[in-house]
């Protein structure tokens, strides 16, 4: 791996600077996040929001540290594996060329990749199930000192979904995943049925997340349609001191549970959804608030409040801070959002994901869904075919692949290179714009690893 960039106009000590790729670099990147919420979202619900990106201006009454002479690009070998290097990533794709398209990378994969298997889908229930059972005893029987890691793993099992939500709610995230995208069952009854129940013990509404998720991969990586995530919009970061600092410890320190703002916001609005949603939207909230009608009293009445804290509500905090890691650790720092205009569904879904290799006991609990690139190429692939696909996807258009194994670096990257857009430079991190409202980005900086395991 290349030495890091100590030569950086954006050197800082810690994880190094977005380093973005070259301005004439047109096509779409995309990372597959899980959710789309910034601080301001939760003030302004109903609401449409727009970027208004000044071709040169940058924030005007803000201090900046330094101005780089030029943004470095990452279209050469050498540019890609220093850029990996001090991001934490193994490989950073070469550009994808424009003439290919999302169909050409579909055709490639074998077609077996896109069976639905009842036994492997019913296995991965199973398999849920016990993990989550598994983990409730463990916080049953635990000695105090020992409660984190039982609900780490109950969190973990539930979710299922992005390479390590909380080990029992990530499962059941996985499974309702699955069934949101039609590759559980190849009865669509079944599949709504139990996408819901499966949501259920995370008081996520299955139809309002499914729509949402769908837009999430028809627009990822798209300015202002792209549901799972926007950058921050440089007039929104400089509107007003309270807001950007909310923005900055939102982004920063908390950035960790910013999945419950996002879980508020997108799905218990009616006013989100297109009319023909409506009425589905409507009975999977009737089924959320009747499982926090029923579900939580008993709880409550067979084990107090303190109860109620300890087997489902640190558990679910656990599944969020995964949820929110996930979302973050498939890092958009070099993959820059693009206007509809300029987007490409082959560049956003192929060469804008992000593939993250796990300890194999976090992937086998998590069904293989960091295995997310052949996801993204196409969300009908059953998550027990992931893999076979993303071997296909290796062999075919692995040079256009970005890579990474987890490591502090890359955690450290995550938590402390936050985004404002910029069209030219693609983001810019929070203490280049307002270094001295950034103290919890530089405190992380610090306190945070920075090796490679």
């Known amino acids: 791996m290349a030495s890091r960039i100590a030569d950086s106009p954006f050197a800082f000590t810690g994880p190094r600077h ?20 910034r601080p301001i979202d939760l003030l302004l619900k109903g609401t449409r929001r727009t970027f208004i990106v000044p071709a040169k201006k940058r924030i005007g009454c803000i201090k900046a540290v330094s101005v780089p002479v030029a943004p470095p690009s990452a279209d050469s070998a050498e540019d890609r594996e220093q850029l990996a290097d001090s991001y934490g990533f193994k490989q950073i794709g070469q550009d994808l060329p424009d003439n290919v398209t999302l169909k ?51 969190g973990t099992a539930v979710t299922g979904y992005t390479s390590h939500y909380p080990l029992s709610l990530l499962y059941f995230f996985v499974i309702g995943h699955d069934c949101a995208h039609k590759s559980f069952s190849k009865n669509k009854l079944v599949e709504d049925i139990v996408g819901t129940l499966a949501f259920l013990p995370l008081v996520y509404p299955y139809e309002p997340w499914r729509f949402k998720h769908d837009r999430h991969h028809a627009k990822t990586n798209m300015l202002v349609h792209d549901t799972a995530w926007q950058p921050v919009p440089p007039e929104e970061f400089d509107s007003s001191p309270v807001l950007r600092k909310a923005i900055i410890f939102g982004y920063g320190p908390i950035r960790p549970w910013l999945s419950i703002a996002h879980w508020v916001n997108w799905h218990f609005n009616l006013r989100k959804f297109r009319p023909s949603e409506v009425n589905r939207v409507k009975i999977s909230l009737a089924c959320v608030f009747a499982f926090m009608a029923v579900g939580w009293p008993l709880i409550i009445y067979k084990v107090g409040i303190l109860g109620w804290v300890k087997f489902w509500l640190m558990p679910w905090l656990g599944y969020h801070f995964w949820v929110t890691h996930s979302q973050w650790f498939i890092i958009r720092l070099h993959i820059p959002f693009k206007p509809a205009d300029e987007w490409s569904a082959a560049q956003a879904q192929l060469n804008g994901t992000v593939h993250c290799d796990y300890p194999s006991w976090i992937e086998i609990l998590c069904h293989d869904i960091n295995v997310h690139i052949p996801h993204h190429i196409s969300p009908r692939i059953p998550s027990y075919n992931l893999r076979a696909a993303h071997q296909s996807i290796q062999e075919n258009w692995g040079k ?35 270094p001295e409202e950034s103290q919890p980005i530089t405190f992380l900086k610090k306190a945070m690893p920075d090796y490679v395991a």
């Open 18 to 37: 977005c380093l973005p790729r070259s301005p004439k670099v047109t096509s779409a990147r995309l990372s597959p996040g899980v959710y789309a919420v």
């Open 104 to 154: 050409d990378v579909m055709d490639t994969l074998p077609k077996e990749v896109f069976e639905i298997d009842d036994v492997k889908a019913w296995k991965s229930v199973l398999i849920s199930v016990t993990s989550y059972t598994l983990g409730l005893f463990m916080i049953a029987k635990a000695p105090w000192y020992l409660l984190p890691l039982a609900w780490a793993w109950t």
């Open 400 to 434: 256009y692949t970005n890579l990474a194994t987890w490591n502090w670096r890359l955690m450290k990257t995550i938590m402390t290179v936050c985004h404002v857009y910029d069209k030219e430079e693609n983001y810019i991190p929070f203490d280049r714009l307002a």
